[in-house]
């Protein structure tokens, strides 16, 4: 899965759930802004390490009610091919 495609699954569980950004950034206490980053494709912030951004990757998956390791192995897939 490419980065553009996961973060469109993202935003479209979350849509789904009838669960807003900012809902979700009070009960994950992670920015808005990085939840919209990753709802765009675009894992790459400067500000926050990648072992952070995979961790926020997973949470965001459990809140989701996703699949952790699966979200974190489409996450990894999508880093090589870009």
Do not use: H, S, W
Request: proline fraction near 1%; avoid cysteine.
């Amino acid at each position: 899965m490419d980065a553009q495609a996961l973060g469109r699954y993202l935003r479209e569980t979350r849509e789904a759930k009838e669960i807003t950004l900012d809902e979700a950034e009070l009960a994950l206490r992670i920015r808005r802004r990085i939840l919209e980053t990753f709802e765009t494709g675009d894992f790459n912030i400067p500000e926050i390490a990648a072992i952070q951004v995979r961790g926020f990757m997973r949470n965001y998956a459990r809140y989701l009610g996703l699949d952790e390791d699966r979200i974190v192995a489409y996450y990894e897939e999508a880093l090589t091919e870009t």
